[in-house]
């Protein structure tokens, strides 16, 4: 094998991967449920220390059926569009969401908020598919960068501030990130 090139995870590793990534977040949606919302308090508080343990906790936090259930197809759709290339970049990218969503949050959210909701890292995926084309400059990567944009780039208005219960800071943050790792992780044509 050369030095650079990726490891190809075969497509049986790749759903399983994603799986049970959505199924630790239905996971601790649930324990969160019965515990009566009590897991929530583990989101991004906004400027304080103890709130800065929700950049890790956050995305896995959520607030009702609904908000899992809207998060869980995008989560799924745009994570194996992610994993195309190979598992360590779903790890990678997601993590760069994590990131960027959590520090955002916690420095943009209001005083007295808790941001939860794996949306962050979403937006982290959508960012990385979207600017992935562009750094890259291969056929496929643009391609895809283009039909993700067409498809999923309605999206990208939820990084400006608007409805309430709604963390564009958390959109953006994740955006950004995935940007970051679209930057980070380019490959040659």
Known sequence: MRHGTAIRSPVKTRVAILACAL???????????????????????????????????????????????????????????????????????????????????????????????????????????????WYSRSFWSILLSVLVAVAWGGLVVGVMPGETGISWQAHLGGFLGGVAAARRYRTSR
């Open 23 to 133: 199924l630790v977040l239905w996971f601790v949606f649930l324990l969160s449920s019965v515990s009566g919302g009590a897991l929530l308090a583990f989101g991004v508080i906004p400027r304080t220390t103890t709130g800065l343990r929700g950049i890790l906790f956050a995305p896995f936090l959520h607030g009702s059926l609904n908000h899992i259930v809207a998060n869980s197809i995008p989560f799924a759709v745009l994570g194996s569009l992610v994993m195309l290339r190979d598992a360590r970049q779903f790890v990678r990218v997601t993590l760069y969401g994590m990131a960027g969503a959590g520090l955002v949050s916690w420095l943009l959210g209001a005083p007295g908020s808790v941001h939860v909701g794996a949306s962050g890292v979403i937006f982290g995926y959508l960012g990385f598919l979207i600017l992935s084309g």
